[in-house]
């Protein structure tokens, strides 16, 4: 399996981006899917996360209201919309893909799989 992102760039205080992640690999459609990112500092911090089917969404609270997760299952595609973006979001962001029987259909906080990470730059 393998996770590329795009999207990310450099975009002003209040302003908007969304990142796409390809997801190669069979049965894209039992995969759930998280965005992580990180700053700074030495943690990588859970963004949300979207179950295989895509009912079932989470997102921590720093981002809740303002970021948007969604993905399209014939596209191998996982998306973050993020609005409303604050100089505290700039960090790498990573998507990332686990792939989960067809009764788990919710959001996991745990990923086998991995993208090499894109830049999100949030200038105030």
């Known amino acids: 399996v393998q996770l590329v992102e795009s999207g990310g760039g450099l975009v002003q205080a209040g302003g908007s981006l969304r990142l796409s992640c390809a997801v190669s690999g069979r049965t894209f459609s039992r995969y759930a899917t998280g965005w992580f990112r990180q700053g700074p500092g030495p943690e990588r911090e859970f963004v949300g996360g979207i179950s295989w089917s895509g009912g079932s969404t989470y997102y921590v609270d720093a981002v809740k209201g303002r970021f948007t997760i969604s993905r399209d299952n014939t596209k191998n595609t996982v998306y973050l919309q993020m609005n409303s973006l604050k100089p505290e979001d700039t960090a790498v962001y990573f998507c990332?893909?686990?792939?989960?029987?067809?009764?788990?259909?919710?959001?996991?906080?745990?990923?086998?799989?991995w993208g090499q990470g894109t830049q999100v730059t949030v200038s105030s």
């Open positions: 990332a893909a686990e792939p989960m029987d067809y009764s788990s259909d919710y959001v996991t906080y745990e990923y086998n799989y």
